[in-house]
């Protein structure tokens, strides 16, 4: 069986509601044309929105039996190879960031099916394997934590006496503490977890260290099953602990994941169980008077990119501005902003990726852009694959600037 | 000729009318079999509650707000073209039953009338035919050209047909609105009754191209009207 036959039914089979609308309802009016910054710098056809859908529609849809339709697809003067090469650029080169949805008069969500496509491109073989391996590797966490815990549980140990040396002397981490109220999603390495312990012990928060890591690649490939077994061991975790609300760090796709995928996966598992990105726990605390900082303690002009699972995916969209306007004298938004901002370039797992680098640099181009614009020195921002995107596009463009965390600026602004 | 006429007139409206609602009730139900997605799929900022969300949805079909503030050049070509359609639309209540109601509050006789059918009918007529030349452009230049497909042209042809055959009869013909009442019912309840003479033979024409368009509805990317407002409560889920 050819690939081209075999992307066809597996592509089939991920056909869900939704998807049928868009491929129904898409009159391929071109507003999205406009919306891609991908098709912003490349002018390539596989690269609008529209096209994307009308490339996975040709395949999967008209017609009984797959090989009758490749068959008509090779006689439009598609190649097989061509087909799949086209197809390759129109998955893979994609953020997921669904500014095209913005932009569709009907919301159209290309994401949706750039997912579903992914998926089957990798069934094949097709695509940065190395996404695949980390999401692999998030999946078996679960089953090895007993092995690497006792080394984890060190490693904390060894920061939070660094901590209580540097910041608070009765500053802990705790690390599966049951009866915590708020059980703190990590990313691998100790940058998402010093601010948020600062904050969280200035706050006199009950709170705990998960042993996992927010991070889920699998959903950047579209794996959606092993999506969920990654999200599932913290689930567990914060059931085992009966935690009140699981906290997400600065992380966009893993904040998407617990936002929009949660409720559908565990449906009762986590009723009662309140899900939130640091950002909203961070804003509240400021708002109730739980934590203070020393207002100007930052005057650097400063902007905020609005990372996109995190804004128009997310709905957070003052929090991380509440929080900075306290922190800083010169904030300039860039233009346009919210959820009409232009995607870093760096998304839907293409930061894990090496060889999608050239291609990520080239679809930055509007963000530096945005950025020289604002005359910004730094560029704050609340994801992970945006803050390593933007400092890339730093190097590349020489833009002279530095990339923040919203919660660097609160932890190093608080007053205890 | 005749015969092919005949057809027109007599026959083939009960095939359209049956493929037109049976089509788009076998789109319903091939929307309907496919399987929900579990997650919420949304867009923000997003209304709260459900009654917010669906008229928020609402709002949007009715004004194209969304694509107004992202795209002008086409929010004016798509909103006026679909301003003029609704018009029309509601307008050819008059081919089958009239608005007595209207006339007896404005006491207006059968000229009055005419008069202002004529002028509101002329009216939504360029409101919907000038933009679907624009559209039409737009198709033949820049990247959109690379997303236009045979059926995107035909629709547009096929809109343009209807238009300028009922442009004839607007302008070039005086209807008599009484023959069109008598010839209507007449299909509705089988008793076939003589075509419209007042008209000329634009009438024919014009019917018959609205006939190929119901048939062609369900099985086209004009689905959108129905599926648009789905899709949109999609991204408000």
Redo the contacts between chains.
């Keep these: 069986m050819g690939v081209l036959t075999q992307l066809v039914q597996n592509l089939r089979q991920r056909?869900?509601?939704?998807?049928?609308?868009?491929y129904?309802?898409?009159?391929?009016?071109?507003?999205c044309?406009?919306?891609c910054h991908f098709?912003s710098y490349s002018?390539d056809?596989a690269h609008?929105p529209?096209?994307r859908v009308?490339l996975a529609k040709r395949l999967t849809q008209g017609g009984n039996g797959s090989n009758e339709l490749v068959r008509w697809y090779r006689d439009l003067g598609m190649l097989d190879g061509r087909a799949v090469e086209e197809l390759e650029k129109a998955m893979w080169e994609c953020t997921g960031c669904?500014r095209c949805?913005?932009?569709?008069?009907?919301?159209?969500?290309t994401a949706?099916m750039i997912s579903a496509g992914r998926y089957t491109l990798l069934q094949e073989g097709i695509g940065p394997e190395m996404i695949a391996e980390i999401g692999n590797a998030e999946v078996s966490k679960g089953e090895i934590i007993d092995m690497i815990k006792d080394f984890y549980l060190e490693q904390v140990k060894s920061l939070e006496a660094r901590l209580q040396e540097e910041f608070a002397s009765d500053l802990q981490i705790p690390v599966e503490k049951e009866g915590a109220r708020v059980l703190y999603v990590p990313l691998v390495g100790e940058h998402a977890i010093v601010p948020a312990a600062k904050i969280f012990h200035a706050a006199g928060e009950d709170w705990t260290l998960s042993l996992f890591t927010a991070t889920n690649h699998s959903y950047f490939v579209g794996d959606m099953a092993k999506a969920k077994q990654a999200a599932r061991w913290i689930v567990e975790e914060a059931k085992r602990l009966g935690v009140k609300v699981i906290a997400y760090p600065e992380c966009g796709h893993a904040t998407r994941t617990l936002?929009?995928?949660f409720?559908?996966?565990f449906g009762d598992e986590i009723a009662g169980i309140e899900r939130v990105n640091i950002l909203q726990l961070v804003a509240d605390y400021l708002q109730e008077g739980r934590i203070r900082v020393q207002p100007g303690t930052f005057d650097v002009p400063l902007t905020y990119h609005d990372p996109c699972n995190l804004?128009?995916?997310?709905?957070i969209?003052e929090e991380p501005r509440l929080l900075i306007r306290s922190v800083a004298t010169d904030f300039r938004e860039l233009t346009p902003n919210?959820?009409?901002n232009w995607c870093c370039g760096g998304g839907g797992g293409l930061v894990a990726a090496p060889e999608m680098k050239e291609v990520r640099m080239k679809a930055g181009r509007k963000k530096v852009e945005q950025i020289q614009r604002t005359g910004a020195k730094w560029v704050v921002t609340a994801c992970e694959n945006c803050k390593a995107q933007l400092r890339d596009l730093n190097e590349h463009y020489k833009l002279d600037v530095e990339i923040k965390g919203v919660i660097d600026l609160v932890a190093d602004a608080l007053v205890l | 000729m005749e015969v092919v006429a005949f057809l027109f007139y007599y026959i083939t409206p009960y095939i359209a009318v049956a493929v037109f609602f049976g089509g788009i009730g076998y789109r319903l139900y091939r929307w309907w079999k496919r399987p929900p997605v579990t997650s919420h799929l949304s867009l923000y900022p997003r209304p709260r509650g459900r009654a917010g969300r669906l008229l928020d949805a609402l709002v949007d079909v009715f004004t194209l707000k969304g694509l107004l503030r992202v795209n002008k050049p086409l929010w004016i070509g798509g909103f006026v073209m679909h301003l003029g359609l609704l018009l029309i639309l509601i307008g050819h209540i008059r081919a089958f039953t009239d608005f007595y109601f209207l006339w007896d509050l404005l006491q207006w006789g059968e000229e009055q009338q005419h008069q202002f059918s004529a002028v509101a009918g002329t009216i939504a007529g360029i409101l919907f035919t000038v933009p679907l030349f624009y559209l039409l452009a737009r198709r033949w230049s820049g990247p959109v050209k690379w997303l236009s497909t045979p059926e995107d042209y035909f629709l547009l042809f096929l809109l343009i047909t209807i238009a300028l055959t009922g442009f004839h009869m607007r302008l070039l013909t005086r209807v008599a609105v009484d023959e069109l009442h008598t010839f209507f019912r007449g299909l509705a309840t089988f008793q076939w009754q003589p075509a419209p003479t007042s008209t000329g033979t634009a009438f024919i024409y014009h019917f018959a191209f609205v006939q190929i368009l119901m048939v062609y509805f369900p099985f086209s990317k004009l689905m959108h009207t129905i599926g648009g407002m789905f899709s949109k409560m999609v991204a408000r889920s």
């Design positions: 056909i869900s509601r939704p998807l049928q609308y868009y129904d309802v898409c009159v391929r009016c071109g507003a044309i406009d919306a098709y002018r056809p609008i529209a096209y009308m669904r949805a913005v932009f569709c008069p009907f919301d159209l969500d949706l936002f929009s995928f409720e559908g996966w804004g128009r995916n997310g709905g969209f919210r959820e009409l």
